[in-house]
């Protein structure tokens, strides 16, 4: 399979698990508990796994998948399962509903996010938006689309001039906090913040333009992968929070126009909210 068709499967599987977050948001009968009481899943999220994972196992049997609902609960369970499998052929980096908690609540903000890496390397990067029937795509060195036209990132070069997008950890005591000393360090400089609640529709935002640049700890590569590819493709900079470049083991992110990333790096660095001050 080249990456063209590994492009047309991701799209696939995207609208159809898309189609099934889209009729089901809000109407979730049964909410699971996961590492702690803020880290939720659903059975449609494994119910639009279990689409995907359908669909690769008649068109790609020889693919290897790594999906959130996969792997067990928390941090380190998570970097483990990306550690395993990142040296794998064609690997498949898969989140049936990025922004969960929005999609319990009836929120219309939950995205399908499939990333597909060769050796580690990202190749195809795919993220669906069902509310809004917007399917964002990247090929390495093909540029990054939406709904097929050609996406580039924002040209604002001034961290006055830019609207920053963050979230919130479902860790409450320790890393919301470190989140939260950020947001203030940055809040007398930037435009504004916004906080949609996926972490893969704020990087497909920053490839389209839309917001300025994203920064967020403790993800995974299911919520980054995809993304990092589409703002790469679109001309932006995607690294961790202390500025090595993106790779599939990065989980403290900082993704930006390019224009305003080292500022941006600057502050979290500066109030001590990279992430990693605790590690
Ligand atoms: P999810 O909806 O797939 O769980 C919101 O700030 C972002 O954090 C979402 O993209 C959400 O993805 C992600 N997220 C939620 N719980 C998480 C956890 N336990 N570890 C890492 N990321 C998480
Ligand atoms: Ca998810």
Known sequence: MNSLQIEEQAILAAREAGALIRQKCG????????SNDYDLVTEVDKACEELIRRRLAEQAPTHHILGEEG???GSAASA???EESRDAEVLWIIDPIDGTTNFIHGFPNSVVSIGVAQRGELLVGVIYDPFRDEMFT????EGAFLNGERLSVS??????????????PVDTKGARAINMRGMQALAPTVRNFRALGTAALHLAYVAAGRLTGFWEMDLNAWDLSAGSLLIQEA???VTDTR????????????????????????????SRATGYEAE
């Open 243 to 270: 500025g090595v470049e993106y790779h599939l083991g990065v989980r403290h992110i900082a993704a930006t126009n390019g224009l305003v990333h080292d500022d941006l790096l600057r502050v979290l660095v500066e």
């Open 138 to 141: 990247a090929r390495r060195g």
């Open 235 to 237: 001309g932006g900079r």
């Open 80 to 82: 483990q399962a990306v």
């Open 155 to 168: 040209k604002e070069a001034t961290l006055q001039e830019s609207v920053l997008a963050t979230g919130f």
């Open 71 to 73: 792997v067990a609960p």
């Open 27 to 34: 109407r979730a009968a049964q909410t699971i508990v996961k």
